[in-house]
T-cell receptor, first 115, second 111 residues
Framework: DGGITQSPKYLFRKEGQNVTLSCEQN?????MYWYRQDPGQGLRLIYY???????QKGDIAEGYSVSREKKESFPLTVTSAQKNPTAFYLC??????????????FGNGTRLTVT | GQQLNQSPQSMFIQEGEDVSMNCTSS?????WLWYKQDPGEGPVLLIA?????ELTSNGRLTAQFGITRKDSFLNISASIPSDVGIYFC???????????FGQGTILTVHP
């Protein structure tokens, strides 16, 4: 079955440590996205990538970094510079620029807790 | 940036009742989407709307793309316990497929 896999489901880190969240898709989608979800605030865009080796900042990119070395993979690193990293992180994908109206497909998320 | 105002924030209803929620924006969008999220899971697409004035149904769900392209509503008829979850509106269709999300409506259905 095609889909988006996020791992791990739960992640715990100490403050000051960088942590990388994995996102892999086998949908052959060109575009991939990272969203952050906090209670009562909906989903906010962190970074997105329209094509391999290219990515752009979203609305809340500070304290995060990404890479897109392969079409299937879009890992997100939460750095120690992120002031409030505890949140639910969602990865999503969609077909490329020619289908800009197509909906996003979401993974099942990673819940990150930093203490 | 662009914002969507989704209401109500939460709803507590009895099984069998109908539900209505809506999203409004000061910006014009080309696409309106409605997602449902179960606890600890990713959002799942319910209905996609691509044309102003469009009314689309998916089983007990009906959604409309407002004629001004600045709003959308979702109705759920004859609610059942498995309708429980968070419902999000999302709008986009402009640059690079980025979506803007509403704050979500938390739906609780009492048997």
């Amino acid at each position: 079955d095609g889909g988006i896999t996020q791992s791990p489901k739960y992640l715990f880190r100490k403050e000051g440590q960088n942590v990388t969240l994995s996102c892999e898709q086998n949908l052959n989608h060109d575009a991939m996205y990272w969203y952050r979800q906090d209670p009562g605030q909906g989903l906010r865009l962190i970074y997105y990538s329209q094509i391999v080796n290219d990515f752009q900042k979203g609305d809340i990119a500070e304290g995060y970094s990404v890479s897109r070395e392969k079409k299937e993979s879009f890992p997100l690193t939460v750095t120690s510079a992120q002031k409030n990293p505890t949140a639910f992180y969602l990865c999503a994908s969609r077909p490329g620029q020619g289908s800009y109206n197509s909906p996003l497909h979401f993974g099942n998320g990673t819940r990150l807790t930093v203490t | 940036g662009q914002q969507l105002n989704q209401s109500p924030q939460s709803m507590f209803i009895q099984e069998g009742e109908d539900v209505s929620m809506n999203c409004t924006s000061s910006s014009i969008f080309n696409t309106w989407l409605w997602y449902k999220q179960d606890p600890g899971e990713g959002p799942v697409l319910l209905i996609a709307l691509y044309k102003a004035g469009e009314l689309t149904s998916n089983g007990r769900l009906t959604a409309q793309f407002g004629i001004t392209r600045k709003d959308s509503f979702l109705n759920i008829s004859a609610s059942i316990p498995s309708d429980v979850g968070i419902y999000f509106c999302a709008a986009g269709g402009t640059s690079y497929g980025k979506l803007t999300f509403g704050q979500g409506t938390i739906l609780t259905v009492h048997p």
